[in-house]
């Protein structure tokens, strides 16, 4: 599982940090540059908010600081991602 | 009678224009080729100007260079693409975010860098392409 901090700030943003481990990027076979984080999207009531792809100069563990204007505590904010080797994952949360 | 007759005149005019011609088109481009290519399938081919207003921030040495902090926010209105890329990297592309108008253009994340290089910012905002640079050293020190 991917780890999150969400965060409501006084401006009605709400600060999302994703961290990615290890073991949800590698299996400990590869050696870099062969396996990254290669595609992450966030839908925000299925309406894509932010699409993003990387390339083998992302952090073997990625972390990102991300703030999104415009929501409701209580919206429902999924987090999609993909590895460049075919893992993939799907994280589904509830904004602060 | 002009001690210069008009087909001199025009020849020597036409020798200015193109003595000119091999430097203006790659003027402020980045040297290395990889950079370059990567830069241009980013924006392409417009080369992206420095602006102020795109924030770049980042230590100048790295604590470890698998990790290193990278800070982007931007003072530009209508900001839908952030990117950064490295110098010095066999792709420098190393992230690229397309942002809709509700993500706020600052963005955090962790680089991997293992020589000393250059990250680039390049920013769209309004259809058009700002960059900002910073320099890093990851040589030094135990990582």
Not at chain 2, 109 to 130: K, M, N, P
Request: one cysteine or more.
């Amino acid at each position: 599982m991917i780890e999150y901090r969400s965060k409501r700030h006084r401006d009605d943003s709400v600060e999302l940090r994703l961290f990615f481990p290890a073991s949800e990027i590698w299996t400990g076979e590869e050696t870099w540059p062969e396996r990254h984080l290669d595609r992450l999207s966030l839908h925000l009531h299925g309406a894509l908010i932010l699409e993003a792809g990387f390339g083998p100069g992302i952090a073997a563990e990625p972390f990102f600081a991300l703030r999104i204007d415009g929501t409701r505590p209580g919206d429902r904010l999924e987090i999609r991602w993909h590895t460049n080797q075919g893992r993939s994952g799907v994280l589904e949360i509830v904004l602060p | 009678m002009s001690p210069v007759s008009p087909p001199r005149r025009r020849f020597l005019r036409l020798l200015a224009w193109c003595s000119g011609l091999p430097l203006w088109p790659r003027l402020g481009y980045p040297d290395d080729a990889r950079l370059r290519q990567a830069l241009q399938e980013l924006t392409g081919g417009t080369l992206p100007k420095y602006h102020p207003g795109v924030g770049l921030r980042m230590p100048s040495r790295a604590v470890s260079r698998l990790a290193v902090p990278v800070r982007v926010a931007c003072r530009l209105r209508r900001v839908d693409m952030i990117a950064l890329l490295v110098r010095d990297h066999p792709d420098p592309l190393a992230a690229r975010f397309n942002l809709s108008p509700r993500m706020r253009p600052a963005i955090r994340t962790h680089l991997r860098i293992l020589q000393d290089s250059e990250v680039i910012a390049v920013v769209r905002a309004d259809g058009r392409y700002f960059r900002q640079s910073a320099k890093i050293s990851v040589s030094e020190g135990c990582s």
